[in-house]
T-cell receptor
Framework: DVKVTQSSRYLVKRTGEKVFLECVQD?????MFWYRQDPGLGLRLIYF???????EKGDIPEGYSVSREKKERFSLILESASTNQTSMYLC?????????????FGPGTRLLVL | KNEVEQSPQNLTAQEGEFITINCSYS?????LHWLQQHPGGGIVSLFM???GKKKHGRLIATINIQEKHSSLHITASHPRDSAVYIC?????????FGEGTQLTVNP
């Protein structure tokens, strides 16, 4: 059974803290994605990666960075957390292709920044 | 205007009813995806389609490429179908999402 796991289901952090969210997939997928989900706004793409050490900005990359040192692992970093980064964060992965691949999602991390 | 529009935003039904959720998009696509998100957050892919119709159990998804429109139907709805249903399109590998439809099925 395919699996995408995220390091935490719930996180509470303070403003200014550095926050690491980690995602691991066991499907040998090339593409990995980080989204945030907010009421009324739906899912928005923060960053994605199509290969090890490769990254591309999504629609809302400000305030975030990412790291992909190994194929199975994609990390999202909040350098200095702010209250407007309180959200649900979802990781996903797909095999490489032309857009006709199923995306597999992790369970999500609910982040609260105080 | 969003590239992916879903309707309705909220839908309440009685158990057993036939349900339709609509999705319209304004960009060229490789495929359209229907996703389900239960309370607690996990998202599951229900369908991926680029033409015609797909069926899985009580769920049916259709797409009309010329009209840039897709529908998700649920027959004989059940309270366990209560979830958020999300339409997404993929011009390439990255998805563009609709805002989702919150479905509540009452017993």
């Amino acid at each position: 059974d395919v699996k995408v796991t995220q390091s935490s289901r719930y996180l509470v952090k303070r403003t200014g803290e550095k926050v690491f969210l980690e995602c691991v997939q066991d499907m040998d997928h090339e593409n990995m994605f980080w989204y945030r989900q907010d009421p009324g706004l739906g899912l928005r793409l923060i960053y994605f990666s199509y290969d090890v050490k490769m990254k591309e900005k999504g629609d809302i990359p400000e305030g975030y960075s990412v790291s992909r040192e190994k194929k199975e692992r994609f990390s999202l970093i909040l350098e200095s957390a702010s209250t407007n980064q309180t959200s649900m964060y979802l990781c996903a992965s797909t095999s490489s292709g032309e857009g006709q691949e199923t995306q597999y999602f992790g369970p999500g991390t609910r982040l609260l920044v105080l | 205007k969003n590239e992916v529009e879903q309707s309705p935003q909220n839908l309440t039904a009685q158990e057993g009813e036939f349900i339709t959720i609509n999705c319209s998009y304004s960009v060229g696509i490789s495929a359209l995806h229907w996703l389900q998100q239960h309370p607690g957050g996990g998202i599951v892919s229900l369908f991926m389609l680029s033409s015609g119709k797909k069926k899985h159990g009580r769920l049916i998804a259709t797409i009309n490429i010329q009209e840039k429109h897709s529908s998700l139907h649920i027959t004989a709805s059940h309270p366990r179908d209560s979830a958020v249903y999300i339409c997404a399109v993929s011009p390439h590998s990255r998805l563009t999402f609709g805002e989702g439809t919150q479905l509540t099925v009452n017993p």
